[in-house]
């Protein structure tokens, strides 16, 4: 047993069929931090996941979580929200609250309390009586991130949790987290909206292909890949930066841009080319984004 670390992962290998889905994959995590599990679609990361959950086992290779082995017991202390979202239609919210909560070993009176609680943070106290089949589609998203967290887990688990929300929601439910992980939960999420995943993660793994590509903090990751950065805002035509001979590379958002330069020595030369034909309301020396850095492992993966 490890009492360092909440997970520890070791060598894990899954097949289906003829397909290696995940090829030799360990990774430890510390109680109290937010691990953002990246990696395009296909990747394997939610075999991992499931893995982790005994949803399916390894074909080979160790998984500790809570400092011991898995057991029946220790699901009551894990909150898991999947990526295929699944409700039973038909109930009533109240009763759907009672069921999850009841299959956590929560006593009725606490389901009563602490749902009401969230419930009424998430905007949905008015719809106890409410079937889940009367529910829009960013409710029941949101329904099914509260029985997520009802009972209190010390390990949570999410399959991305920011899936068919708004923005008003997605920073509801990323202030959640980030309140989650104050309390000392652990937090493990999978989710392709970067910008998310850069504000709020300790620590970043990226699978891709099935094998880990990426792992560290992310300061220690952004560190990694240099300080050759221009992000910039711009209203204009700015087609013309990508050929200049100075740039590396480009990600373009249409009136934001980071630039990667092959010198930074180049700084000058670069401000002064888009001065001539840019409007330009920001140009700052800056680090690689997390989207830029998941782009290029991806590509390289690609590449193989």
């Known amino acids: 047993m490890n009492n360092d670390y909440v997970l520890v992962l070791k060598d894990l290998i899954k097949d289906f069929d003829d397909k290696r889905a995940v090829d030799n994959f360990s990774?430890?995590?510390?109680?109290?931090?937010?691990?953002?599990?990246?990696?395009p679609n296909?990747?394997?990361?939610?075999?991992?996941?499931?893995?982790?959950?005994?949803?399916?086992?390894?074909?080979s290779g160790y998984i500790?979580?809570?400092?011991?082995?898995?057991?029946?017991?220790?699901?009551?202390?894990?909150?898991?929200?999947?990526?295929?979202?699944?409700?039973?239609?038909?109930?009533?919210?109240?009763?759907?609250l009672s069921f999850f909560g009841e299959l956590k070993g929560m006593?009725?009176?606490?389901?009563?309390?602490?749902?009401?609680?969230?419930?009424?943070?998430?905007?949905?106290?008015?719809?106890?009586?409410?079937?889940v089949e009367e529910l829009s589609k960013g409710m029941a998203q949101k329904l099914q991130f509260i029985i997520t967290i009802l009972h209190s887990p010390e390990l949570l688990i999410l399959d991305e949790p920011f899936?068919?929300?708004?923005?008003?929601?997605?920073?509801?439910?990323k202030n959640i987290i980030l309140e989650k992980k104050r309390e000392g939960v652990t937090i493990i999420f999978s989710t392709h909206l970067m910008e998310y995943a850069e504000k709020i993660v300790d620590t970043v793994v990226m699978i891709n292909k099935g094998r880990k590509v990426l792992d560290g903090s992310l300061s220690d990751i952004k560190?990694?890949?240099?300080?050759?950065?221009?992000?910039?805002?711009?209203?204009?035509?700015?087609?013309?930066?990508?050929?200049?001979?100075?740039?590396?590379?480009?990600?373009?958002?249409?009136?934001?841009?980071?630039?990667?330069?092959e010198?930074?020595?180049?700084?000058?030369?670069?401000?002064?080319?888009?001065?001539g034909k840019l409007s330009l309301s920001s140009f700052q020396v800056t680090e690689p984004s997390l989207n830029n850095i998941f782009i290029r492992k991806a590509n390289e993966g690609e590449q193989l």
């Open 263 to 275: 010198d930074m020595a180049a700084k000058d030369r670069l401000l002064k080319a888009l001065v």
């Open 42 to 59: 296909g990747a394997g990361k939610t075999t991992t996941i499931r893995m982790i959950l005994n949803i399916i086992a390894p074909d």
């Open 27 to 39: 990774l430890r995590q510390k109680k109290g931090e937010i691990l953002g599990l990246l990696g």
């Open 64 to 96: 500790e979580i809570l400092g011991r082995r898995f057991s029946e017991k220790m699901k009551n202390r894990f909150g898991y929200l999947p990526e295929e979202r699944g409700l039973y239609r038909k109930l009533k919210v109240s009763e759907v």
């Open 223 to 261: 560190s990694t890949y240099g300080t050759k950065f221009i992000k910039i805002k711009y209203e204009g035509d700015a087609g013309f930066v990508s050929l200049l001979d100075y740039v590396r590379s480009i990600e373009d958002y249409g009136r934001e841009m980071e630039i990667e330069l």
């Open 107 to 131: 006593r009725k009176h606490e389901i009563k309390k602490r749902g009401f609680k969230l419930l009424q943070k998430f905007a949905l106290d008015n719809y106890l009586d409410k079937k």
């Open 163 to 173: 899936a068919g929300l708004d923005p008003l929601n997605i920073e509801l439910v």
